[in-house]
């Protein structure tokens, strides 16, 4: 690796790479050796024309976590992953910090989505499930079903505003016929759920304001009370993952795989677009989802605090792959764990047209979490940053080896029970499974502020605004 600046550095091109990798990183951030070795992999890839690294950079399936490629004639499963459109909302509302009891309103939140692994919530029957596969969010809004209360707090009359405040208006063209029966079986009944790993609900204090224009255009301010989702796919994106990556392995298109994790299948294919198809199918139940706890998060805000406002700021995945113009041609962007940054002269058409798009990139659970804005000097990074801190260790060596049925450590971990509670001091904490929450401590991820100081540093994105949380919702 060879440094350019203090916030870049490249792996140069040689043996079987096709082009070279950017990593936007600082001296201070940990890499280690097996995520770099799998952005390598990246450059390998048949028709690849650019392969960068985003701040978090750590080591995932295929491509590291943190890594954004783009080809011209294939797409490649991994380097989207398993939690197809896992992804960031962040909704703003009318209320200071001062004015609520952060910790009773995650309480009633909590009795509403189910939190953790294998959860369901909103049963919909096959017709259904395959209409919001193939239109997303709008779909929602055609079902409007009145046996559960989510449809009670959909605004039918925000309907149109939703195209300009959450990617791709919430809605890919989705394929139902490309999608396993084990997907959908595994998906049919999770609609409104949170997921486990380190996915959440945070209730947010805007603590300070780096860009008083920008977020006064967004209605964001010191004091305010926001509320941030992370969510995905759930076991519904899994499977899709599961299915095509197993496919793409067992082919062979003329020029070898990178790795035996790293599989690409060729766009010309019926199997790629069959992918495309099942890719867009998981996308749209990530944003159905997002847009079904989000409902219930209102409700709850509603019965507690008669005058709440609730409205949402916007919605970006980070785990994608999409065509976008980049360098005058068409290319399939793919990120993985890595959040579109787009300037204003690419959100031209929409009510982020003078400020470019909000930007989504939460901290650990006790620690701060940003909002930022794309500006126009990231091209060089496909458009694009990371999509949060990035883990520093590993679950097992956070939280050591944990008997899931009855919590006995039968190892140790690097973050012992003082430290994560010191960590977490202020902070409501409400969490499915207590005996692994420390795979998610603070400890455990690097440092959002050196993270964030490198996205600055390295023009990829501006800071609007840092939050603390106030009470977190974990699976």
């Not at 399939?332 to 579109?340: F, I």
């Amino acid at each position: 690796m060879e440094r350019r600046s203090a916030f870049e550095a490249n792996i140069p091109r040689k043996d079987d790479m096709r082009v070279e990798a950017t990593l936007f990183v600082s001296e201070s951030i940990r890499l280690e050796a097996d995520s770099l070795s799998q952005l390598v992999d990246a450059c390998r890839v048949p028709s690849v024309r650019k392969v960068v690294a985003t701040p978090d950079i750590h080591v995932g399936y295929g491509v590291p976590i943190g890594c954004v490629l783009a080809t011209s004639e294939v797409i490649i499963p991994a380097a989207v992953g398993y939690d197809i459109n896992c992804g960031m909302r962040v909704l703003r509302t009318n209320l200071t910090a001062r004015d609520v009891d952060a910790s009773m309103l995650a309480r009633s939140i909590r009795r509403d989505i189910p939190l953790g692994e294998g959860k369901e919530n909103i049963r919909l029957s096959r017709e259904e499930f395959d209409l919001v596969l193939e239109a997303g969010v709008p779909a929602l809004y055609e079902i409007s079903r009145k046996d559960h209360p989510a449809w009670d707090f959909m605004d039918p009359h925000e309907k149109s505003d939703l195209r300009n405040l959450i990617e791709d208006g919430g809605s890919m063209e989705g394929d139902p016929a490309a999608v396993s029966p084990r997907a959908k079986e595994r998906g049919r009944n999770q609609l409104g759920t949170l997921g486990g790993g380190n996915h959440f609900i945070e209730l947010q204090e805007v603590v300070s304001v780096g860009d008083d224009e920008t977020a006064a255009s967004w209605g964001i301010s010191e004091g305010q009370l926001l509320v941030m989702i992370h969510s995905g796919s759930r076991g519904f994106g899994h499977q899709i993952g599961e299915d095509y990556m197993s496919l793409a392995r067992s082919r062979s298109y003329g020029e070898p795989h990178p790795s035996s994790q790293l599989c690409y299948i060729p766009l010309d294919r019926k199997e790629g677009q069959d992918y495309v198809g099942a890719m867009r199918a998981g996308a749209n139940l990530a944003f159905a989802n997002r847009h079904a706890m989000a409902a219930l998060v209102k409700k709850n805000f509603f019965h507690h605090c008669r005058d709440a406002k609730l409205e949402l700021l916007y919605d970006v995945p980070h785990n994608i792959a999409k065509p976008e113009t980049h360098f005058g041609q068409e290319l399939w962007v793919h990120r993985k764990g890595a959040t579109r940054a787009f300037a204003p002269s690419r959100m031209s058409a929409g009510c982020y047209r003078e400020t470019g798009q909000p930007v989504l990139i939460p901290g650990s659970m006790g620690s701060f979490s940003y909002l930022l804005a794309g500006i126009e000097e990231n091209d060089r990074a496909l458009c694009s940053t990371n999509h949060g801190a990035g883990r520093r260790m590993s679950r097992t060596q956070a939280a050591g080896k944990v008997r899931h049925r009855d919590g006995k450590v039968l190892r140790e971990g690097a973050i012992t029970d003082e430290e994560f509670n010191r960590s977490m001091e202020g902070i409501t904490l409400i969490c499915e499974n207590r005996h692994t929450i420390k795979e998610e401590a603070p400890q455990a991820y690097k440092d959002i502020d050196e993270v964030i100081r490198v996205v600055e540093g390295a023009k990829l994105a501006k800071v609007v605004a840092k939050m603390r949380p106030l009470a977190v919702l974990k699976g």
